[in-house]
Each structure stands twice: as C-alpha cells, then as structure tokens.
C-alpha cells in the first residue's frame, strides 16, 4: 500500500501541491478543491490514515498547534508517521519541536523550501533537508513534487541565517547587473524568475513580501543570537518595512524593486 499525504497550511508554497488538506482559510479551501485537492474540516481530519504529514505555515507556534494541538493532526497519527515540515521558523523552534516529537516515536524532518510557489510548482523549489538519512529517503518522493533535487544536510536542522535571504537580490533598476550577475557561478533560478519579475514589475504574488519580511526578522534574530553582524540583512529588512507600510505586504517579494525605484524617485 503506498503512503497517504496529508497537507497542513494551504498558502502560496502549500498550494503548489495538490494532496488532501487543511487550511483555517475558507477561501483557500475553496480552491485547494478546485485544484483538484481534497479539503478536510481540520489538521486532525487531514491527517486521518496519513502516513506522511506535511506542514508549510508562517510561525513554529502555528506548526506546533496544529501538529499537537486540540484536534491536532497527531491525534489520530497512524503508528510510523512521518512530519516534513516545509515552514520557515526559528532553528531552535524547530529543533525543540523535532525533540518533541521524536520522544513521542514520531520523525520529523526539517525541509524549509526556497524559492516561490511557482517555482514549487514546476519542481524548481530548492529544499535543504535536515534529519536521518533513512527518514529523508522515506520523505523523497514527497519533497519530490516541489523540488527537482532535496538535498540532506545531516541530522541536525537545515536552517542557517543566511538560507532565507539567498532566495532574493536586489540587483538595481536595469538589466545589465541583473544579467552579469545571473550569467555567475552563484546564478539561481529563483534569481531569474524574480529578476525578470523586477525589470517587468510584475509582482503577482508567488511568494509574499510581508512574509519575506517574517524570515529576515528571523534570520536576524539568530544572527544576533549568533553575535554575527547582519548588516547588509538589516538594510533589506527596512526596504522590507518600507515595502510593508506602503501597501505592498501582500505582493510578491521581487516588489521591493518598486520600493528602491520609489526612493530614487523622491523629491529631495
């Protein structure tokens, strides 16, 4: 009998798989079903004879909640379930709640996604996977539907103050740096695709500014825990607050390009 995927959070990066799901969003609901997904009434009905739960929300507290919580998807977790948790969070967050689990007996890896929505759907989301190596194989075919390639750090978490902020560049308001840059050895294809959307200013949401904005708090947080001096990251952070007091949190990302060509536009 093959594996039974339950999906908890149903956004941007959760939409971009098509499996039996849960989201508190009516309307996400809505077209989950419309996508071809099934809808379920809660994280608990999600994960009903699923042997893979997946996870993809905006804070730890959320995972932890819907994972533990009244009416939790491990309530009614059937004996080996594995937890893939795609959120971005803080490390120690996820590591406290994989220490959780595991002195429950269930396995979580930790596999925060890169990149865009669009980008998951087309299998190009880059996904860097911390936990056993035997789970990780388990978990394959599954983080195989977002990313061409998951690649296995090792048994601790993947994540590091520096993955969240790869994914974006602010490479100025013409083509040329855009282009020299992405022709580099350090070229990705999420570099690219926001690339292009920044020169087109086409910021149809894939991957929320507000939400970028979450990560590189996080990411600054742990820099500082870390006593690593984050400069150009607390830069990015106040084009990102910028981005967000002008109306632009619910945008895609790459619009931080309209908030750097704003303020070359200001009267002096």
Same mark, same amino acid.
């Given at each position: 009998?093959?594996?039974?995927?339950?999906?908890?959070?149903?956004?941007?990066?959760?939409?971009?798989?098509?499996? $039996?799901?849960?989201?508190?969003?009516?309307?996400?609901?809505?077209? =989950?079903?419309?996508?071809?997904?099934?809808?379920?009434?809660?994280?608990?009905?999600?994960?009903?004879?699923?042997?893979?739960?997946?996870? !993809?929300?905006?804070?730890?507290?959320?995972?932890?909640?819907?994972?533990?919580?009244?009416?939790?998807?491990?309530?009614?977790?059937?004996?080996?379930?594995?937890?893939?948790? !795609?959120?971005?969070? =803080?490390?120690? &967050?996820?590591?406290?709640?994989?220490?959780?689990?595991?002195?429950?007996?269930?396995?979580?890896?930790?596999?925060?996604?890169?990149?865009?929505?669009?980008?998951?759907?087309?299998?190009?989301?880059?996904?860097?996977?911390?936990?056993?190596? &035997?789970?990780?194989?388990?978990?394959?075919?599954?983080?195989?539907?977002?990313?061409?390639?998951?690649?296995?750090?090792?048994? $601790?978490?993947?994540?590091?103050?520096?993955?969240?902020?790869?994914?974006?560049? !602010?490479?100025?308001?013409?083509?040329?740096?855009?282009?020299?840059?992405?022709?580099?050895? !350090?070229?990705?294809?999420?570099?690219?695709?926001?690339?292009?959307?920044?020169?087109?200013?086409?910021?149809?949401?894939?991957?929320?500014?507000?939400?970028?904005?979450?990560?590189?708090?996080?990411?600054?947080?742990?820099? =500082?825990?870390?006593?690593?001096?984050?400069?150009?990251?607390?830069? =990015?952070?106040?084009?990102?607050?910028?981005?967000?007091?002008?109306?632009?949190?619910?945008?895609?990302?790459?619009?931080?390009?309209?908030?750097?060509?704003?303020?070359?536009?200001?009267?002096?």
């Amino acid at each position: 009998m093959g594996d039974t995927v339950a999906l908890i959070g149903l956004g941007l990066l959760g939409s971009a798989l098509n499996r $039996r799901g849960f989201d508190v969003a009516p309307d996400r609901l809505r077209q =989950h079903t419309e996508r071809g997904g099934f809808a379920a009434r809660s994280p608990a009905d999600a994960a009903r004879g699923a042997t893979v739960v997946m996870t !993809c929300l905006m804070t730890a507290d959320i995972v932890r909640d819907v994972l533990l919580g009244p009416d939790g998807a491990l309530e009614v977790a059937t004996p080996g379930v594995v937890v893939i948790d !795609c959120s971005t969070i =803080h490390p120690d &967050a996820s590591a406290a709640l994989a220490a959780e689990l595991g002195r429950r007996g269930i396995a979580m890896l930790d596999a925060p996604v890169g990149g865009s929505s669009g980008q998951a759907r087309r299998r190009e989301a880059p996904v860097v996977v911390g936990g056993d190596r &035997a789970v990780f194989e388990r978990g394959r075919p599954f983080l195989g539907a977002i990313a061409q390639r998951a690649r296995i750090t090792s048994a $601790r978490a993947a994540r590091a103050p520096g993955r969240s902020s790869s994914s974006t560049w !602010c490479l100025g308001s013409t083509a040329w740096p855009w282009r020299k840059a992405s022709s580099s050895a !350090c070229a990705r294809a999420s570099m690219d695709v926001k690339g292009e959307r920044m020169l087109d200013g086409d910021y149809e949401p894939e991957g929320k500014l507000a939400q970028h904005l979450k990560d590189v708090e996080l990411m600054l947080e742990v820099g =500082h825990a870390a006593g690593a001096p984050l400069l150009a990251t607390a830069l =990015h952070r106040q084009l990102l607050l910028a981005g967000v007091a002008g109306g632009r949190g619910e945008r895609d990302n790459s619009s931080i390009m309209a908030v750097l060509r704003a303020l070359i536009a200001a009267p002096r």
